[in-house]
């Protein structure tokens, strides 16, 4: 028993796929504490720089003054708050414009919400549903479908005549097409429109994770915003611990679709409400997202993804760069000790990006994932990529 897990873990480690965490003693900032030392971090999803800020700092500290440290139990018992509810009609109210009566459903985590639209949308028709999701969808999303025990279908990154093929083929009476806006793990933009104008073809459900897009683009509002889009065949989910800088996730649909998995999602009902300060703290959040400072942000970060792209060209030290205009700007390295090599490398010089390996990611494209984030200045992206430079020359 212990032998096979420490088998398997020296396999592992042999194939260079054994991950370390590192210890971080300071806030989520563009220069952290890492294990005891200063490192210029080029590694967390913090894209506005919220997560270390004061007047949300102040607004969960309020928020637990107001409600205190934890909620005490699920929604449908007695943990829904004022501050939950207040949260909810702030995030239906930022995607109404795109969405038909839209209300929306705050939960603990984006994994979570992920599992619950996906079994909940699923459980709208026992037996009958079938799933059409991306090739490079998030392991939430990977997993949510199994929660949904239905059949899945994979079609291949932005392969818009898989995808029709498959609807086309199919004969469930409840189509459910899944996709990530922006990819995780690869920065480029799925193509939405498309792929909504296909669903309403085929009469499909769209569900869209918005994880890297809420708060960044499309004024803030995120991908639905940002392409105009508009249907009541989206169902919507977007993270509130990346962007937005605190914790959590909602879904954003049509009305009835929310109430139904607040009657049937178990990722949803059988859980912990989160602590409501969270919930108060991300109010202040939102207000910033969608105000003066939130608009300023995104242009400095815009300015620094210009920088970087700009220095760097396709290429950099044999890594290449992928054609990514968001804050996501991946350098694929290939094998996974490489990609290992050139991290530790950079960390040497401290400069933090993370190496991702698979199962994250395919096989044979191990890559140095840097993340952009309007905390950075633009001296510090000159750092990054002069270190960047340095190991092109050393490998050169
Ligand atoms: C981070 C992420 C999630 C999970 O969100 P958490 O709130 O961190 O659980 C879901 N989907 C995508 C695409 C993500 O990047």
Redesign the pocket.
């Known amino acids: 028993m212990i032998e096979q897990i420490e088998q398997r873990l020296a396999e592992l480690d042999k194939q260079d796929l054994l991950r370390h965490r590192r210890v971080t003693a300071t806030p989520c900032a563009a220069v952290m504490n890492v294990d005891g030392r200063t490192m210029l971090a080029f590694c967390s ?1 913090d894209y506005l720089g919220l997560a270390a800020h004061p007047q949300i700092q102040h607004a969960l500290q309020e928020g637990v003054t107001l409600y205190g440290a934890g909620s005490g139990a699920s929604h449908l018992i007695s943990g829904h708050s004022k501050a939950h509810a207040q949260l909810e009609e702030r995030l239906a109210a930022m995607q109404s414009p795109y969405l038909e009566q839209a209300r929306a459903l705050y939960l603990s ?3 979570m919400a ?1 599992l619950a639209v996906l079994s909940g949308l699923a459980a709208t028709d026992p037996g009958q549903a079938e799933i059409f999701s991306e090739n490079l969808n ?1 392991a ?1 999303l990977i997993d949510g479908a199994k929660l949904a025990r239905c059949k899945v279908q994979v079609y291949p990154h932005a392969d818009l005549i898989a995808l029709e093929n498959l609807l086309q083929q199919s004969g469930a009476s409840t189509k459910i097409v899944v996709t ?1 806006s922006v990819f ?1 793990m690869d920065g480029v933009i799925a193509p939405l429109p498309e792929i909504l104008a296909l669903c309403e073809r085929y009469n499909a459900w769209l569900v869209i ?1 918005d ?2 897009g809420f708060g960044v683009l499309g004024d803030g509002a995120g991908i639905l915003s940002h392409f105009n889009l508009r249907s009541k065949n989206i169902v919507y989910m977007g ?1 509130l ?2 962007a937005a800088g605190v914790s ?2 909602f879904i954003a649909a049509h009305g009835s679709v929310i109430e139904w998995l607040v009657q049937k999602a178990r990722p949803y009902i059988y859980t912990t409400a989160a602590p409501p300060a969270l919930a108060h703290a991300l109010l202040t959040s939102l207000d910033i997202i969608c105000g003066a400072e939130g608009a300023q942000r995104r242009t400095h970060l815009q300015g620094l993804i210009k920088q970087f792209k700009t220095a760097i060209g396709s290429e950099v030290g044999g890594m290449s760069l992928l054609a990514s205009d968001t804050q996501i700007q991946p350098l694929i390295v290939g094998e996974n000790h490489l990609a290992m090599q050139l991290a530790a490398r950079l960390y040497e010089r401290g400069i933090w990006v993370p190496a991702i390996r698979p199962p994250t990611v395919p096989v044979g494209t191990a890559r140095l994932r840097v993340t952009l984030s309007a905390a950075h200045s633009s001296a510090q992206v000159a750092t990054l990529l002069s270190e960047l430079d340095g190991l092109q020359k050393k490998a050169a």
Do not use: I, Q, R
């Open positions: 999803n985590t984006g994994y992920n998030h939430s990530d995780s994770d994880a890297h993270t611990g990346k959590g996730a």
